[in-house]
């Protein structure tokens, strides 16, 4: 009987550890690191105080590394307020006898940054000005996470 006792205490211990490493901010989101602050995420912020709850060691250490390493925080989506149109460089080219590896290699030489855009989550608008620009902008960055922008 006791002998079965310290076995599901040492199954539950090695349960709630396992559980508090996956609740470590720095292995859930590893591309946060360098963060210096912003609104604390709930999920990780919860699953490290889960080890406050069991064991006051893992979850202070959860918590140390969390906000050292800034994995706590939320990223930071810049919204309009960020984008500058005099920022903005317009390059000119002829629509009409522009192909799309055209496209692709003028992008690449004006900023530098290769892109595909054949792939399924790039959109292709015509754009009239530079504030259709900060349009389309406002309708799409509300809803991007991880994604990259290319101006054409």
Same mark, same amino acid.
């Given at each position: 009987?006791?002998?079965?006792?310290?076995?599901?205490? +040492?199954?539950?211990?090695?349960?709630?550890?396992?559980? @508090?490493?996956?609740?470590?901010?720095?292995?859930?989101?590893? &591309?946060? +690191?360098? @963060?210096?602050?912003?609104?604390?995420?709930?999920?990780?912020?919860? $699953?490290?105080?889960?080890?406050?709850?069991?064991?006051?060691?893992?979850?202070?250490?959860?918590?140390?590394?969390?906000?050292?390493?800034?994995?706590?925080?939320?990223? &930071?989506? +810049?919204?309009?307020? !960020?984008?500058?149109?005099?920022?903005?460089? &317009?390059?000119?080219?002829?629509?009409?006898?522009? *192909?799309?590896?055209?496209?692709? +290699?003028?992008?690449?030489? /004006?900023?530098?940054?290769?892109?595909?855009?054949? @792939?399924?989550?790039?959109?292709? *608008?015509?754009?009239? !000005?530079?504030?259709?620009?900060?349009? /389309?902008?406002?309708?799409? $960055?509300?809803?991007? @996470?991880?994604?990259?922008?290319?101006?054409?």
């Amino acid at each position: 009987m006791v002998k079965t006792l310290g076995n599901m205490l +040492r199954v539950f211990i090695c349960a709630v550890l396992t559980l @508090q490493l996956v609740g470590c901010g720095t292995l859930m989101y590893p &591309e946060r +690191r360098g @963060q210096k602050g912003g609104r604390l995420d709930v999920g990780v912020t919860v $699953l490290d105080a889960v080890g406050l709850l069991f064991f006051i060691i893992p979850g202070v250490i959860a918590f140390c590394v969390d906000f050292g390493n800034g994995t706590i925080y939320l990223p &930071e989506h +810049r919204v309009m307020n !960020s984008l500058n149109i005099k920022d903005f460089r &317009e390059v000119k080219f002829d629509p009409k006898h522009t *192909s799309m590896a055209m496209l692709e +290699r003028i992008i690449k030489d /004006q900023t530098g940054c290769s892109v595909k855009l054949d @792939q399924d989550n790039v959109k292709i *608008s015509k754009l009239k !000005s530079l504030n259709d620009m900060v349009v /389309q902008f406002a309708k799409v $960055l509300p809803v991007m @996470q991880n994604d990259r922008i290319a101006l054409l």
